[in-house]
């Protein structure tokens, strides 16, 4: 075997590692032990099982595992196990913007669907939102609310010409493809003089989303329908929000050109997508990684279930995504801003 064979191997075995492991995570934070260790400096595997009621044999062999990957520090001499300070935003923190444990559903529900996604490499169909297994659509919004949270109402809208002024002083917001709503939520407690239409093709994706709605003080500003994108039943919004969602879409031309005549003249459109650069090969890194594995499995099969199947994919990039706000009719197009998960962009008519 050659030296890079070797590397390579090596390579295949932490990837292997790290599957495995996701699984291990999952279960740190559904049983609480990430939350038990949490400031607690050095404690043992009695004190961990006994704090979350589980078995101390089980809990201590997780622990090892969490210490082979560099998760938990073990502390030879005493036998106790330590949770670093610096993880507990990764690991514990619900409000951080690093807080992406529960986002392991999605992988989860990838394995789930395995068979079918067999099924549609050799037919070329599709596999529409509603047909994954039910743990994609609480995991995507895990994996997206703590960047909506942490920078939707701020950092974002900033980036946006005229669009916080606009807000402040009442405005009319649609958010399209908004799944469980909490984009449109983060923005309805934002701007509580404005008023907010989610809308989405999934029927329990908005019976979620009306759920969410009914425990916010402002439930009576905040509207859920289920309809396509294309068809869009409102019209006069100030501004129109596809949150990542715009490349699950059969028909994202068809559905920018919707959100164009739904809103007004001096309107907005904002479109965050999965962060991306414009080349594959300017694309090698985790969350790229992440994204395109996430693009074959749910958002590719999602646009080919449904009419034209355009089948842009989550890492489109600005270009591509410029051509179809272009071609949609946006004349001004622009990258607003960006995080290390998302592309915020901008677009006028
Ligand atoms: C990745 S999820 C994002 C959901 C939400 N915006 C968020 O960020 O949590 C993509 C959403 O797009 C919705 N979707 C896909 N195609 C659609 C269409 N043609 N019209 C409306 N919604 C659509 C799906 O049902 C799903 O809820």
Known sequence: MTNSTEEFAGRVVTDMAAV??????NIGHKLGLYRAMAGQGSVTSDSVARSTGTDERYVREWLNNQVAGGYVVYETESGTYELPAHHEPVLVDEDSPVFLVPALEVAASLWLDEQKLLDVFRSGQGISWGEHHHRLFCGSESL???GYKSFLATEWLDNLQGVRQKLESGAKVADIGCGHGASTITLARAFPDSEFFGYDL???SIAVARQ???DEPGE???SFTQCDANSVPQLGFDLICFMDCLHDMGDPVGAARRAREAMNEDGTLLLVEPLARDCVSDNINPVSRLYYAASTAVCTPCSRSQDVGLAL????GPQRLTEILNEAGFTRVRVAT???FNLVMEAKI
């Open 20 to 25: 495995m492991s996701g699984v291990m995570t």
């Open 144 to 146: 997206f609310r703590p």
């Open 202 to 204: 999934h029927a329990e």
């Open 212 to 214: 969410r709605a009914r």
């Open 220 to 222: 009576q500003r905040i």
């Open 313 to 316: 994919g989550a890492q489109a």
């Open 338 to 340: 960006s995080t290390g």
